[in-house]
């Protein structure tokens, strides 16, 4: 997945459309190079799925791994519309059944930009709970430790925990919202931090669904069949599927506006070799999803499962710690909050960048919009 | 236990050294001009000091039992409001001064305590641990009180008291042509940035009078390392009342795809509706919170950055959003001056969005918001690209009943009326649309160097559209059969536009030239008509003879009676022809008169003889009459008409 690959990848494509273009074989060469393109596929997701299930570094759902997916994502995008329109005649694309497939694949792609959008209000949602993590963590690290230690880390685990188990239906958002400032003493005050996050800036709009929008994208998102697997239906396809399948774990690992039902199928073709890891992928987040939903959560962020489960320990503890405690439970929580404060020290890490890298597929869903936008417009027949 | 742990002094010479040094951080503090870096430390120094001092004063324990006299008071007086169903600074000054000593006595105490806390002395640990406790609660209490304040003083503007909302006329683009209003508008009235360009307008987001009261919590919160927990609830009040303002401007979070499914109508209101939005929560919302958070913060190196960025971030990616939707839209020639007015105003926050958010964190927003600006000129010059198109390509299929002025002239000039308003911006997004235009272009400002003017790119590209206009209406114009009406149409248009550009800016553009050729243009169309109606109503009047006397009776009964027919007839369709411009109506009938009546009336004297004849239909006084009933746009008869 290196640049070098891409590089060479494009460069190849390049070359070749340039001089066999309109010559006997040429089809031939096409379906080469999307076999090629199609192998690499395979072995970035590949790559990907075998990331560990637990591990201090690079762990399966993990920051840094949606960051690499992202970058797979890229890499992907850039690669598929070469394969779809470098040195190509424009009036192929509008030509059936692309006329049709092109404005499919189109329509995903904005909701896409939706949906990475609610995504970097997500990577707020978790950068708010780094802070109060990053609170809890100076609590208990204090010497000599106190009650008065312990209350401090409690109040910043509650706000943490009712953070992470943020209601993403739309009704508490509405609710929030619309309450008025006129608490009196002390009686609001506890539900402060909720309006922090279910804020209207956590919307992406009223009535959104990420959800919704991911099972929309799945419409009509069939593999092509026949002669059309192997040329122009083929890339859209792939395009598609791989927009759609980011989009839903993005969806899945960080916190969205309205994400219940989240479960619904992808249409991955298994039969498929370049599928296999994608479906792996699939199947694995969606039988996480399963088996969290109902508890309500915050998403499926390697960091947010381990900060939800160490918070959960930590707040049991706060809440029977007395002074001055046992030796045994106080060293166990200290090597519980180290391991808190290594999941803050990666949050501090890696979230700005992951913000601006789902920033960066945003742009580079509108830029490719546009391309397939005036590629149409030129290959539309004069009226 | 053992005393004798470094830093502990016991001797006597230690006390000197500790009252020595004691007496210099007393004498630092009392400099003026310390940062709140310097006097912090200064301050813990000190009460490290007096803790050690009163530790070798009590030789085993008088010491300490001071210190709890001190955290009893403390304490008393930070638990006394733990039941109390006040807030503390609702309660008056004293009580709030009151508490923050005890606050900071508590402080002093935990950190001196702390200092020493190596010795396992029970006593000395127990009550740093109930010191902590106390500690601990007033951070808490702190945090909710500073919540009140913030919300309770929290202070909405209008914003109509900002910024006169920007009135101009909207131009709804259509594709039928529907025409618009051909009022004059008001172009000086229709944009106020006078208020922009003034710069900023800073207002109390929260009541001047609580400042320092906040100021205060922040300092203590922040001495006891309490400071995340103040800027987690600084962020969240604000970052609320932020996302009010933002929903009471009547700006509301859109998803992407329902900016692109949007009405045109309703999507430029929103348009308009962001261009005053983001002036209002740039210039003045942001500029007073980042003054807030610098009032509060200012001495605490990158926090109030950090807070402002954190206040903030989310609602200008939500207006960022918005933009990047509306610039990857449909590029529809009416969106072009909405789209300009997007452009504008991003160009001219872009200093104080660079200002606000200056900090390296910050320059993702900086980032975005250059990248819309890019982005929205792209999509500004598209639209301009598609105005164009939308000219030359407006075809119709009937002609245009009268040969007035068509409805695509119509809108076309009155929108192009509004180009001079955007010239700056226009002429740098343009600049690289021709490359043989812009090297003619040396300086942004176009004052008043009216040859400068008409060479700018803008100039340029007006010309152009007017040029692709009247090809298009050329083509309109042989949709009529009958060659004079094709004369009166163009001749019609061709005055509009000149008429236009004459009375607007426009003209500054166009240049003197360009209105000469074109004054020329319609004169020339008016002569065309003339010979093409009358010149053969009038050869009936001719005199073939023009040696002899007179011609005989009943050649002029002919020649009579085919005038009368013919002059009928021009009345009856031309009188269903339209000038609308009374002027030059009036012009051209004037002109007619002069060559229809001056013959009529000489071949009517040359045959005195004949003319009490009933043959003589007209007399010369009605044929001027009716001369003025000409394109006014209702047909009319003479044939059954009886006037005379």
Same mark, same amino acid.
């Given at each position: 997945m290196t640049g070098t690959d891409q590089s060479s990848f494009l460069g190849r494509i390049s070359i070749r459309r340039n ?13 080469e190079d999307l076999e090629l393109f199609q192998k690499q596929l395979s072995d970035r997701f590949a790559e990907l ?18 960051r690499k997916l992202l970058d797979v994502f890229l890499c992907c995008e850039t690669e598929c519309k070469a394969i779809?329109?470098m ?155 791989i ?31 370049w ?82 890298l789902?920033?960066e597929?945003?742009?580079r ?19 | ?496 536009? #000149?008429?236009? /550009?004459?009375? $607007?800016? %426009?003209? !500054? *553009?166009? +240049? ?107 007399? #010369?006084?009605? /044929?001027?009459? $009716?001369? %003025?009933? !000409? *394109?006014? +746009? ?11």
């Amino acid at each position: 997945m290196t640049g070098t690959d891409q590089s060479s990848f494009l460069g190849r494509i390049s070359i070749r459309r340039n001089q066999v273009n309109a010559m006997e074989g040429y089809h031939e060469q096409e379906i080469e190079d999307l076999e090629l393109f199609q192998k690499q596929l395979s072995d970035r997701f590949a790559e990907l799925l075998s990331a560990p299930d637990d591990a201090p570094t690079e762990a399966f759902l993990s920051i840094s791994w949606i960051r690499k997916l992202l970058d797979v994502f890229l890499c992907c995008e850039t690669e598929c519309k070469a394969i779809l329109l470098m040195e190509r005649d424009a009036a192929q694309i509008s030509k059936p059944p692309l006329d049709r497939l092109i404005p499919e694949l189109l329509e995903r792609v904005v909701k896409a930009m939706d949906i990475c959008n609610a995504a970097t209000n997500g990577v707020e949602l978790v950068r708010h709970c780094q802070k109060l993590a990053e609170i809890t963590v100076s609590a208990l690290e204090q010497k000599p430790f106190g009650e008065g230690q312990a209350r401090r880390a409690k109040k910043a685990l509650v706000s943490l925990m009712s953070a992470m188990h943020v209601d993403d239906k739309e009704s508490s958002v509405q609710k929030t919202a619309e309450r008025s400032w006129s608490f009196g003493r002390r009686s609001g005050n506890k539900d402060r931090h909720h309006g922090h996050y279910r804020s209207l800036s956590w919307q992406v709009a009223k009535h959104w669904s990420a959800s919704k929008q991911i099972h929309a994208m799945t419409m009509n998102l069939a593999a092509p069949r026949g002669p059309e697997a192997s040329c122009l239906p083929a890339p859209v396809y792939i395009l598609s599927l791989i927009i759609v399948f980011v989009m839903w774990v993005l969806i899945a690992a960080i916190p969205c506006q309205e994400r219940s039902g989240l479960t619904t199928h992808l249409p991955i073709n298994k039969h498929v070799n370049w599928t296999h890891s994608l479906a792996g992928i699939h199947d694995k987040i969606g039988e996480e999803w399963k088996k969290k939903e109902k508890k309500g959560m915050a998403g499926l962020l390697y960091e947010m499962q381990k900060m939800e489960k160490l918070g959960q320990s930590l707040i049991e503890f706060t809440d029977s710690y007395q002074f001055p405690g046992e030796k045994e439970k106080l060293d166990e929580v200290a090597a519980q909050v180290a391991e808190l404060a290594e999941v803050c020290r990666r949050m501090d890490e890696g979230l700005v960048p992951l913000q601006m890298l789902i920033r960066e597929a945003f742009h580079r869903l509108v830029r490719n919009r546009t391309e397939f936008l005036d590629v149409l417009e030129q290959g539309a027949p004069v009226v | 236990m053992d005393g004798c742990q470094s830093g502990v002094p016991t001797y006597e010479g230690d006390l000197h050294v500790v009252a020595a040094a004691h007496h210099i951080v007393k004498a630092l503090g009392a400099t003026k001009n310390l940062s709140d870096d310097l006097r912090k430390i200064l301050i813990d120094l000190d009460s490290h000091l007096s803790m050690i001092t009163s530790n070798i004063d009590s030789k085993g324990g008088r010491g300490l039992v001071d210190v709890e006299e001190r955290l009893d008071q403390a304490e008393r007086k930070i638990m006394r409001w733990e039941t109390d169903p006040m807030m503390i600074w609702d309660s008056g000054p004293k009580e709030a001064s009151d508490y923050l000593e005890a606050v900071d006595e508590t402080g002093k105490l935990v950190d001196g305590l702390r200092g020493l806390s190596v010795h396992e002395n029970r006593k000395q640990k127990e009550i740093l641990h109930r010191a902590m406790n106390i500690l601990q609660m007033a951070m808490s209490r702190l945090e909710e009180e500073l919540i009140h304040i913030l919300v309770r003083h929290g202070q909405q503007f209008e914003p109509k008291h900002m910024y006169s909302r920007s009135i101009r006329k909207d131009i709804v683009y259509d594709e039928s042509f529907v025409s618009v209003e051909d009022e004059p508008i008001k172009e000086t009235s229709s944009r106020n940035y006078s208020n922009d360009e003034s710069g900023e307008c800073i207002v109390d987001l929260v009541h001047a009078d609580v400042i320092p009261d906040i100021k205060s919590i922040a300092k203590v919160m922040f001495t006891s390392n309490y400071g995340p927990e103040f800027c987690e609830a600084f962020i969240s009040v604000q970052k609320e009342a932020l996302e009010q303002y933002f929903s009471f401007l009547g700006t509301e979070n859109l998803s992407i795809e329902d900016v692109l499914k949007m009405e045109w109508t309703c999507l430029s209101s929103k348009m308009n509706k962001w261009t005053w939005s983001m002036k209002i929560i740039v210039r003045v919302y942001l500029a007073s919170e980042k003054q807030l958070c610098d009032q509060v913060l200012g001495g605490l190196g990158s926090v109030s950055s950090y807070c402002f960025l954190e206040i903030s971030k989310a609602t200008i990616l939500c207006l960022l959003n918005f933009g990047e939707a509306v610039a990857m839209g449909p590029h529809r020639p009416e969106k072009l001056l909405r789209l300009l007015d997007m452009y504008e105003t991003l160009a001219c926050l872009l200093r104080d969005i660079d200002t606000l958010f200056s900090e390296e964190a910050g320059s993702f927003i900086q980032l975005q918001f250059h990248e819309l600006l890019e982005r929205l000129g792209e999509s500004a010059i598209a639209a301009f690209e598609a105005f164009r198109v939308a000219i030359s390509s407006n075809g119709s299929l009937y002609p245009f009943a009268g040969g007035g002025v068509h409805p695509l002239n119509k809108y076309v000039m009155n929108y192009i009326r509004m180009f001079p308003e955007y010239c700056n911006t226009l002429n740098l997004l343009l600049k690289n649309q021709h490359p043989g235009v812009a090297d003619q272009v040396t300086e942004p400002d176009y004052g008043l160097d009216a040859s400068l003017l008409t060479s700018c790119p803008m100039a340029y590209h007006l010309r152009s559209i007017t040029s692709c206009l009247e090809s298009n209406l050329h083509k309109k114009s042989q949709l009529y059969k009958d060659e004079a009406l094709q004369h009166i149409f163009l001749m019609n248009n061709i005055h509009y536009l #000149v008429q236009k /550009v004459k009375g $607007s800016e %426009l003209r !500054l *553009f166009f +240049g003197d030239e360009w209105i000469r050729k074109h004054n020329a243009m319609f004169q020339q169309h008016a002569m065309n008509y003339e010979r093409a109606t009358w010149s053969s109503v009038v050869s009936f009047l001719k005199d073939d003879n023009p040696g002899s006397s007179s011609m005989s009776k009943s050649t002029f009964k002919e020649r009579c009676k085919g005038f009368s027919v013919a002059f009928e007839e021009v009345y009856k369709t031309q009188t269903s022809w339209s000038i609308p411009d009374p002027e030059l109506r009036e012009d051209l009938r004037i002109s007619t008169s002069l060559k229809v009546v001056l013959a009529y009336r000489t071949f009517l004297g040359r045959n005195l003889a004949y003319t009490d004849d009933k043959c003589v239909k007209h007399t #010369v006084e009605h /044929v001027e009459n $009716s001369l %003025l009933d !000409l *394109f006014e +746009g209702s047909s009319r008869s003479l044939r059954n008409s009886r006037r005379w």
